[in-house]
């Protein structure tokens, strides 16, 4: 159980265009999916906390225009990152909360690795 | 201070040796912490979850919490080559975020 799925796992596109990213929770509902990325050789940093049916919670120096992310069902989040920019490449991660046993534990996604040309 | 802090190593130990993690916090009003493991290329991997002082061992995983010291730990026993990764520390904050430490890789030598 708690099984989390992401789509893409890769995505390689031109600068200036726009890609969306999914993340699902396969077993459960998720009552709330969080979005981090990771740049290489360092840990993950949080951008934001989505509650199904509300607005993201972004974190401090998180464009919320440029990742737009919209949690319209228990069991989907999306993360668009607009207008990309090589230095947006990354691997973005979700994850989620609420599976059987544990509302307190974070089960992650297999992760989406952003190229940007 | 970050808010979690780990030795990023590499920590090096050969295979059948006890690894051991460590990880400290600065929140005293944490309750709630977890390791994960990352395969290079790979998202985290849930190993334990520890709230309360004391040890909680899961096979050859023992995780160690100490409040008062603001301290967390991971042992590993009979360290497989497999367990070679990067093993991340996180803190529970309010609201559900998770705060990951650094990480520290871990390499295990056959």
């Known amino acids: 159980g708690a099984v989390v799925s992401q789509h893409p796992s890769r995505v390689i596109c031109k600068s200036g265009t726009s890609v969306k990213i999914e993340c699902r929770s396969l077993?459960?509902?998720?009552?709330?999916m969080f979005w981090y990325r990771q740049f290489p050789k360092q840990s993950l940093m949080l951008m934001a906390t989505s509650n199904e049916g509300s607005k993201a919670t972004y974190e401090q120096g998180v464009e919320k225009d440029k990742f737009l992310i919209n949690h319209a069902s228990l069991t989907l989040s999306t993360l668009t990152v607009t207008s990309a920019h090589p230095e947006d490449s990354s691997f973005y991660i979700c994850?989620?909360?609420?599976?059987?046993?544990?509302?307190?534990?974070?089960?992650f996604g297999p992760g989406t690795r952003l190229t940007v040309l | 201070q970050k808010e979690v802090e780990q030795n990023s190593g590499p920590l090096s130990v050969p295979e059948g040796a006890i690894a051991s993690l460590n990880c400290t916090y600065s929140?005293?009003?944490?309750?709630?912490f977890f390791w994960y493991r990352q395969y290079s290329g790979k998202s985290p991997e849930l190993i334990m979850s520890?709230?309360?002082?004391g040890d909680k061992e899961d096979g050859r995983f023992t995780a160690q919490l100490n409040k008062a010291s603001q301290y967390v730990s991971l042992l590993i026993r009979d360290s497989q080559p497999s367990d070679s990764a990067t093993y991340l520390c996180a803190v529970k904050r309010q609201g559900g975020k998770l705060i990951f430490g650094q990480g520290t890789e871990l390499s295990v030598k056959p």
């Open positions: 929140d005293r009003g944490s309750q709630s």
């Open positions: 994850s989620a909360t609420g599976g059987a046993g544990s509302t307190d534990t974070q089960y």
């Open positions: 520890i709230y309360s002082n």
């Open positions: 077993d459960f509902q998720a009552t709330t």
